[in-house]
């Protein structure tokens, strides 16, 4: 059975950094491209940031250059160091696999930027 469990969000002050991370159990982390995703609210979940298989990384427009997904195969673990944050970037952050699986959706970690 595969899980996925999100955490290291938190309150920060615009500009800030915070560095999250996804544990994945299951045997699913090695052959299997992840993604972070977020959730603001009353808005659709949206795709952050994606780590292919091979360390190939994609990153929606309104991140690029402020936030860096990364992963240890060793660990079963995907990082997203989020920097210079704003307050648009107040979600519920959750990671999945990519393409996603709607099984694996874990509780997510709240990422809340405000002065």
């Known amino acids: 059975q595969v899980q996925l469990v999100e955490s290291g969000g938190g309150f920060v002050q615009p500009g800030g950094s915070l560095r999250l991370a996804c544990a994945a159990s299951?045997?699913?982390?090695?052959?299997?491209?992840m993604g972070w995703f977020r959730q603001a609210p009353g808005k659709q979940r949206e795709l952050v940031a994606t780590?292919?298989?091979?360390?190939?990384?994609t990153y929606a427009p309104s991140v690029k250059g402020r936030f860096t997904i990364s992963r240890d195969n060793a660990k079963n673990t995907v990082y997203l160091q989020m920097n210079s944050l704003k307050p648009g970037d107040t979600a519920v952050y959750y990671c999945?696999?990519?393409?996603?699986?709607?099984?694996?959706w874990g509780q997510g970690t709240q990422v809340t930027v405000s002065s």
């Open positions: 780590i292919s298989s091979g360390g190939i990384t």
């Open positions: 999945n696999t990519v393409p996603i699986n709607g099984d694996y």
């Open positions: 299951g045997n699913i982390f090695r052959v299997f491209g």
